[in-house]
């Protein structure tokens, strides 16, 4: 009914940018809050990023000042811009929305499957 697809990520070397994008389809009627959260390896899922339907953003201090999280509400879009990027970065991206769809039943989040980001030299 809902989809949620990522894509962008890779392999970086330390210092280098990757920009994540998740794009929601589907039945959908309005969607929310947007946010990415990522899991590396033997660590517990963390949130990344977030960001209001009006563009309000909030940041893991890991990430403030390195990481812009941005959104298209006529795309249903999110995005992640990663600059200067440390090998502490390396994890698996999941992107987020909180959203309503056309059939009702309130607000219910929806994840995507995961894209893979690994910065190593």
């Known amino acids: 009914q809902v989809q949620l697809v990522e894509s962008g990520g890779g392999w970086v070397q330390p210092g280098g940018s990757l920009r994540l994008s998740c794009a929601a389809s589907?039945?959908?009627?309005?969607?929310?809050?947007m946010a990415w959260y990522r899991q590396g390896p033997e660590k517990p899922r963390e949130l990344v990023a977030a960001?209001?339907?009006?563009?309000?953003?909030n940041y893991a201090d890991s990430v403030k000042g390195r990481f812009t999280i941005s959104r298209d509400n006529a795309k249903n879009t999110v995005y992640l811009q990663m600059n200067s990027l440390i090998p502490e970065d390396t994890a698996v991206y999941y992107c987020?929305?909180?959203?309503?769809?056309?059939?009702?039943?309130?607000?219910?989040?929806?994840w995507g499957q995961g894209t893979q980001v690994t910065v190593s030299s």
């Open positions: 987020k929305a909180d959203l309503s769809v056309v059939t009702g039943g309130g607000v219910s989040p929806y």
């Open positions: 960001i209001t339907y009006l563009g309000d953003s």
């Open positions: 589907g039945r959908i009627f309005n969607i929310y809050a």
